[in-house]
């Protein structure tokens, strides 16, 4: 492995970890896949082709072995949400901003795990649809529904009649 690959790795760890929380819903095994990624990110960084995209290439391999992870274990009860655990802490608990998101993260917590990896990946890392498409190995179509299912449910969940209020919205 090129130094060059080390320090594009590098800078690819706060993402690796917002999508490996994201799928865990928990700080210390998220931090296990992340490490197993970049374990098989330099094990194999043979594979990787020198002008494709790293970041899709270790989202694939995250996903995999999250994926991999939960065929052996079938069910992870433990955890709190991604987005709790990558926020919480980071604003002072009066602000009216913090009980926003605090609800966010509560609603965002009940999504079953087809909607929040696609929300996460489209509204939280700002992958496009196709690209969360293809790191999902899902058709467009269906990434679209499970967003719009995922947005619909998080509106109900909160509250908000009115589509304009939903905290998560899609970056294209």
Known sequence: MTFSLRDQLSNQLRSLRRYA??????????????????????????TFRPNGDLRSWLFGILHNV????????????????????????????????????????????????????VLTLVAVEGMSYQEAARQL??????LMSRLARGREALRVEMGYRDRAQTALRAVR
């Open 21 to 46: 929380l994201a799928l865990a819903r928990n700080r210390d095994d998220a931090e296990d896949l992340v490490q197993e990624t970049l374990v098989r990110a330099i094990s194999g960084s043979r």
């Open 137 to 142: 190995d899902i058709p467009l179509g269906t």
């Open 66 to 117: 999250h994926v991999n992870g939960v065929r052996r274990e079938q069910v992870r009860a433990r955890g709190a949400s991604a987005i709790e655990a990558m926020t919480y802490g980071q604003m002072p608990p009066n602000q009216p901003d913090h009980v926003e998101l605090m609800r966010t993260i509560e609603a965002f917590s009940t999504l079953p795990d087809e909607q929040r990896r």
